[in-house]
C-alpha cells in the first residue's frame, strides 16, 4: 500500500493524552482536534496498551484510521486486521500455575475478554477490576476458562523472589515494562508501542520523518523514542517529560489541541 509522501501519520496514547484520568473523559477540544488532522488528510492512529477487549466506545466512536494495540501485538487499518499475536495453550497453563505459586497477582489481557482472579491484595488492581467489571462492562472472566488466549498481561508482584524466578524463568519470552510501584507490563518479546509504529510505517510506505507520537506514561516511551517528533502531555511523568521533543499542555487544558496547532498539522 502506498500513501502520498506528504501525509504525516500521528499516534496517540490514550490514558491521560486523550483521555483525561481527572474526568475518565475525551474533551470536545481533542475530539475536533482529532477530526481536523483526518479532514486535513493526515492519518491518525490509536497506540495503547490495552487490547481490543479493554476498548470502550468513548474511543472507538472517534472512528480513527486504525489501532495499535496491546503494546504491539495487535493492529488494525481501516478495519482490516493487518497483525495479531496472542498467548495461548500450553505456554497459559504454565503461566498461570507459575503465577499462582510464586506469589504474583496478575491481570490477563485479551482482545475478547479480560481474565482476573477472584481477590486481589494490590490496590491498583483492585481498582482495575472494579471498573472493567462495573463501571465500564467489559467481557470478563476467570482464569478457569478453557478456551482463555490472551495477548499480553500485567502483573503485581507479592515478593521480590517470587518475581526474581519468574523474570529470569520468562526473560527470553516476554519482555517486561516498568510501570513502577511493582508494577509491570508484560507482552511477548520484540513488541512494543514501538513496533506498531515500524510495521505501519513500512506497510503505508510512511516517511519516519512524517511521524508523531503524543503520551504521558512509561510504556510510552517506545514510541516516543521510535518517532520523529516526540510529544509529551504536561500531566507526563518524569522520564517522559526528559526525553520528549516537546511539551505541550495537560490533558485537561487542551494539549492535544494546542500541540497540533503547534506543528501546524490542523
Known sequence: ?????????????????????????????TKEAINKLQDNGHLVFINTGRTLGEMGQDVLSLNFDGYVYGCGTHIIYKGEELHHVSISGEIITELIKDLNELHIEAILEGSKAIYFLEEYTNETAKKIKFDQTYVLGYNVLAWDEKTIDIDKFCIWPQVKSGFETFYNKYKDVFDF???????????????????????????LNIS???????????NDLAMLEYVKTSIAMENSSQD?????????????EGGVEHALKHYKLI
Open 240 to 252: 517522559v517529560l526528559d526525553m520528549a521533543t516537546f511539551i505541550t499542555k495537560d490533558v485537561d
Open 177 to 203: 515494562i516498568d510501570r513502577g510501584d511493582d508494577f509491570y507490563e508484560v507482552v511477548p518479546r520484540g513488541y512494543s508501542k514501538a513496533s506498531g509504529i515500524e510495521f505501519l510505517l513500512k506497510h
Open 1 to 29: 500500500m502506498v500513501i502520498e509522501l506528504d501525509k504525516s501519520i500521528i499516534f496517540f496514547d490514550i490514558d491521560g493524552t486523550i483521555l483525561s484520568h481527572r474526568t475518565l473523559e475525551i474533551s470536545d477540544s
Open 208 to 218: 519516519l520523518d512524517n511521524s508523531y507520537a503524543l503520551g504521558d506514561s512509561s
